[in-house]
């Protein structure tokens, strides 16, 4: 799939991440009304990491791969339970079997995340004005069939797309900027992804940040750390 | 991107606000359909979804409020020009309401999105002789499962329709009472 | 042209059959291990499995537990060894369609399923594509990055499962090659043979769908999705039932097939007749209703495709097809509903009422109940 037919393909989320600032948000911007802090020993459970790693080919065909997905899925697994650590969280396991029965809530709050990504993170011109400049996304009470199965009350969504260019891509990218004479930039690979934190007695988004840049590299431990760090940026503590 | 997105709106990204905000109390959607609003909504300006304006109150993704106004005789009930295979759903006039339930069905399921009707009943809508349509849709782009309602009239061989969709957990519950009553406001214009 | 004469002379080895090189007698592999996730092998088969996770969680795959381990068992009989690493997903999308994937994930369309006739031609189709699971086509196929791509697609990686957009993007990037397909014809026969199915069975698929896809004005066979991956060639038919000659006898477990499928045979036909494809359906079900004449439900559906169609002489079709649904007995509910609507059409309304009565009497809980009501009510007047 080429990079031109997926923006086509109206993948709003990509699109409008790269037309966004990428700057820090101030931390208003990505927690809800009312959210300062997790509590202490709140019981936190991280959801299967929904990961995928490309490569562009010279030609400029997407190209899924698998090993570096796979380590990239260790790195950032690692880099998350680590995080829980320092923010003094109890983690809760969910395996992949497990996480069969909750695919509607899972692929509900993809939309939801999808929706937040561009209404709230996006470009200014797509801020729905009923939702005054705030998060404010529930995804209601049928969230607690996590919380009951699991004993959690909060739950982690991670969602990373990434993609990196080959040698022949790269080759390809400086012969365009060399010839355009600078006018053209084309993209090397594009990170982009969302982490979002649900209080799982009332649905609520309580925390969301929203990735993109052209810039990071999942595919080596201590890259992929970095990675984390500004998916989880103004994670809130706990108190 | 995990799914292909391509039965969803395309947003139009040129030039001017994408969103607009509906206020509450009277509007009037395109020249004869007059409805009352509550509560303020979200119009987006798309392209892929005329001949119907847009609404949403969660976002695209989520819930999609869309609105059809003096739909003519052989004019398609979704954009036209794109792929010249796709089969395409033009209304006409001398249309019964099983009739205009099935393209309806037809123009939600052209994505191979699953399509199941609930509840199919006359209703009066914009002061005429009606119909209401309840379904559940299951979404082939991403795999969320949709509830639905519409309401429909034709006047002077014009349609008239409002159609709501959301997530069956949760959403739909949260905004179809202002639905209801936007559809029991409504008026068509002689 | 050395097979061909070779399948001709009649090879008396009986179900060992020459491979892709003459001469060479297929023999079933050992099973495949799971490769080395950082070779080109291993990232196609992480990548199959989390698109089998997809798949495994899809609203879309069909769930019965009993129709999915009557088609499961008909796949292992057919992998024979290869048993364990076979596992089936039934997936509800009215189209003609199976496909394995490298880790063993086999998917079969519901389309499918209501085109067959019995499960000795399912099984020529499954055990094709067990074929190409066996001679690993798929993997000699996907080191060109191009199919990679494509072919990840089509698994749902970047779609649901039974992702029908990307035909385009299929037969251009992914067709299996000649050699490939007939590979795997001849493989799958000799699967068939060993789990006694009549291979026999076997050409009369491929034709079947050809015969539904020309009928449309236009038809590209190249667009329909198990076309667009395995190319039709003009021999295969010949091929297949030349092979099928030298081995003759098996069952085709009519019987079996049709009572395990007759609970969902109504939804099936129902999906096939919303797909809004005229030409195709109608092919399709007078194919159907020349095998099987007793079935009110297929006399039903291509009723309501005639309606649907409204041509010239469509809806006299239409009527003359829901009134053998009704003699046959047994009918849907819903074919009154259809007759009604013609006849209301057709200002009857003496008969228009009579079968909207009917309808609604049959089908107390209809969900369009209060429109048929509405239309009865107003037909009283």
């Known amino acids: ?239 | 991107m995990k799914r292909a997105l391509l039965a969803l709106p395309i947003l139009l990204l040129a030039g001017c606000a994408a969103v607009t905000k509906i206020a509450p109390g009277e509007t009037t959607v395109g020249e004869r359909l007059v409805v009352k609003l509550d509560g303020a909504w979200n119009q987006i300006n798309v392209q892929n979804m005329r001949p119907a304006q847009l609404w949403t109150m969660e976002g695209i993704y989520v819930d999609q409020f869309r609105l059809y106004s003096g739909i003519k005789d052989g004019q398609a009930i979704h954009p036209t020009g794109g792929n010249a295979s796709q089969k395409s759903f033009n209304f006409r006039s001398n249309m019964q309401p099983d009739e205009i339930a099935g393209l309806f069905e037809g123009m939600l399921t052209r994505d191979g999105s699953r399509f199941t009707l609930a509840r199919l009943e006359p209703v009066a809508f914009g002061g005429l002789p009606g119909f209401r349509l309840e379904y559940a849709l299951i979404r082939k782009a991403d795999n969320v499962q949709l509830s639905g309602v519409g309401y429909f009239a034709v006047s002077r061989g014009e349609l008239f329709a409002i159609l709501y969709m959301a997530p069956r957990l949760a959403f739909f519950q949260r905004h179809v009472g202002q639905v209801e009553q936007i559809a029991r406001s409504a008026q068509v214009k002689e | 042209m050395k097979r061909r004469e070779f399948l001709a002379a009649g090879c008396a080895c009986g179900t060992l059959l020459a491979g892709a090189a003459a001469g060479a007698e297929w023999q079933m592999p050992a099973r495949l291990a799971r490769p080395e996730l950082a070779t080109e092998e291993g990232g196609l088969w992480a990548m199959m499995d989390r698109a089998e996770v997809q798949l495994r969680r899809s609203p879309f795959t069909l769930r019965d537990p009993k129709l999915h381990d009557y088609v499961q068992d008909i796949a292992c009989r057919l992998g024979a060894a290869h048993c364990p690493d076979i596992r089936v997903y039934l997936v509800q999308t009215p189209l003609f369609n199976a496909n394995m994937a490298p880790n063993g994930m086999m998917q079969v369309w519901t389309g499918l399923m209501l085109r067959v006739d019995n499960e000795a031609q399912l099984a020529a189709v499954i055990g094709h594509e067990i074929g190409h699971y066996l001679a690993r086509h798929t993997l000699e196929h996907l080191r060109d990055v191009k199919s990679r791509s494509a072919f990840g697609q089509f698994l749902g990686l970047f779609g649901a499962a039974g992702a029908v957009g990307q035909l385009a993007l299929l037969a251009s990037a992914f067709a299996y090659s000649r050699d490939q397909e007939r590979e795997a014809d001849q493989i799958g026969v000799v699967l068939m043979r060993g789990a006694g199915y009549d291979p026999a069975e076997a050409g009369k698929v491929w034709d079947n769908l050809l015969l539904e896809i020309q009928a449309k004005p236009g038809g590209d066979p190249s667009r329909n999705p198990m076309f667009a991956t395995h190319p039709s060639e003009e021999e295969r038919r010949e091929t297949l039932l030349r092979v099928a000659a030298t081995a003759p006898g098996g069952v085709n477990n009519e019987d079996a097939w049709q009572q395990q499928t007759a609970p969902f045979r109504r939804q099936w036909l129902k999906d096939e007749v919303k797909r809004g494809q005229h030409e195709e359906s109608l092919a399709l079900l007078t194919r159907l209703i020349v095998h099987s004449p007793t079935r009110p439900e297929y006399f039903y559906a291509r009723g309501e495709v005639y309606r649907s169609r409204a041509g010239d002489k469509d809806l006299d079709s239409a009527l003359a097809d829901y009134q053998s649904a009704i003699g046959l007995g047994g009918e849907p509910p819903e074919t009154h509903r259809g007759l009604g609507l013609i006849q209301r059409q057709r200002m009857h309304a003496a008969e228009a009422k009579e079968s909207f009565r009917r309808y609604l009497d049959a089908m107390p809980d209809a969900p369009d109940g209060p429109l048929i009501k509405s239309y009865l009510e107003l037909l009283a007047q």
């Open chain 1, 1 to 239: 799939m080429r990079i031109e037919s997926l923006l086509r393909a109206g993948c709003a989320l990509l699109l409008a991440s790269l037309l966004a600032p990428g700057a820090a948000w101030p931390q208003t911007r990505n927690r809800a009304e009312g959210f300062d802090a997790l509590p202490k020993n709140a019981r936190l459970v991280v959801m299967p990491i929904d990961i995928e790693l490309f490569s562009i080919s010279g030609g400029g065909v997407l190209e899924p791969k698998a090993d570096w997905t796979d380590a990239a899925s260790k790195h950032l697994k690692a880099a998350l339970d680590a995080k829980e650590k320092s923010l003094d969280v109890t983690a809760v396991e969910l395996s992949e079997k497990d996480a069969d029965e909750f695919d509607e809530i899972n692929a509900l709050h993809g939309a939801i995340a999808r929706s937040i990504a561009l209404h709230h993170f996006g470009p200014s011109m797509y801020r729905l004005p009923t939702k005054d400049g705030k998060l404010d996304w529930s995804m209601g009470e049928p969230v607690r069939a996590i919380r009951d199965r699991t004993g959690a009350d909060y739950a982690l969504f991670t969602w990373i797309r990434d993609s990196y260019a080959s040698t022949e891509r790269q080759i390809a990218n400086v012969a365009i900027a060399i010839l355009s004479l600078g006018r053209v930039i084309p993209l090397g690979g594009v990170q982009s992804g969302y982490a979002s934190l649900v209080d799982l007695t009332t649905g609520r988004v309580l925390w969301f940040n929203a990735l993109a840049r052209i810039s990071g590299d999942l595919r080596e431990a201590g890259k992929a750390g970095e990675t984390l760090d500004k998916l989880l940026e103004n994670f809130p503590d706990s108190k």
